[in-house]
């Protein structure tokens, strides 16, 4: 079935950048998309953008362009995403979560089966 | 971006039927996937394409899309349904992107 772990926490100063890990283990690495998903306290969810672990290409929403870059290493099955430039505003649950699409069928529909359990990521001076 | 919307509240007595809805532009051309997400957890797919359920899901959860809105119906609710519930779909002004409606929360009363 698979999974993706995240790391608990992190925290980070006003301008500085975080970089959160994914490992993911119990299925082909490069052949499902891994997207990013923010949540803040006591709000909703907010699609980041998608990474092919295979190719290598992203497509980010349009609210972080320039701000984020989601990478991957395939050798360890492990995808990450760098948030730069944070403001207290970036304080949220930070999740990975793999398309329940393989990335042969050349387009994500928005269906993610398997999550990571979050990366609480804290902005704060 | 395109935006979906929810009801931010919908309630439904133990063993009835309840029906949550989204509305957006983009459901006339994309399928819509459906969120479950319980205080302290990650969320859990419940429907996608419309109306497909991942294995592990009951099959009182269902999805429906008419025009410009999609619908989860859980079909005799009980305790344990009692969550946020948060739509999806590809965004219609960018295809490669996903949007996400602002979700709702199911009591069961």
């Known amino acids: 079935q698979g999974q993706v772990v995240q790391s608990g926490a992190e925290v980070a100063k006003p301008g500085a950048s975080v970089k959160v890990p994914c490992k993911a283990s119990g299925y082909t690495f490069t052949g499902y998309y891994i997207h990013w998903v923010r949540q803040a306290p006591g709000e909703g969810l907010e699609w980041m953008g998608w990474l092919n672990p295979n190719s290598g290409d992203t497509h980010y929403a349009q609210k972080f362009q320039g701000r984020v870059s989601m990478t991957r290493d395939t050798s360890i099955s492990a995808a990450y995403m760098e948030l730069s430039r944070l403001q207290s505003d970036d304080t949220a649950m930070y999740y990975c979560?793999?398309?329940?699409?393989?990335?042969?069928?050349?387009?994500?529909?928005?269906?993610?089966?398997?999550w990571g359990q979050g990366t609480r990521v804290t902005v704060s001076s | 971006s395109s935006e979906l919307t929810q009801d931010p509240a919908v309630s439904v007595a133990l063993g009835q039927t309840v029906t949550i809805t989204c509305q957006g532009a983009?459901?006339?051309?994309?399928?819509a996937n459906w969120y479950q997400q319980k205080p302290g957890q990650a969320p859990l797919l419940v429907i996608y394409d419309k109306n497909n359920r991942p294995s592990g899901i009951p099959d009182r959860f269902s999805g429906s899309t008419s025009g410009y809105t999609a619908s989860l119906t859980i079909t005799g609710a009980q305790a344990e349904d009692e969550a946020d519930y948060y739509c999806?779909?590809?965004?219609?002004?960018?295809?490669?992107?996903?949007?996400f409606g602002g979700g709702t929360k199911l009591t069961v009363l």
């Open positions: 999806n779909s590809r965004d219609s002004s960018n295809d490669h992107r996903v949007v």
């Open positions: 983009s459901l006339r051309r994309f399928y």
């Open positions: 979560a793999r398309d329940i699409h393989i990335v042969a069928a050349a387009v994500t529909t928005g269906a993610f089966d398997i």
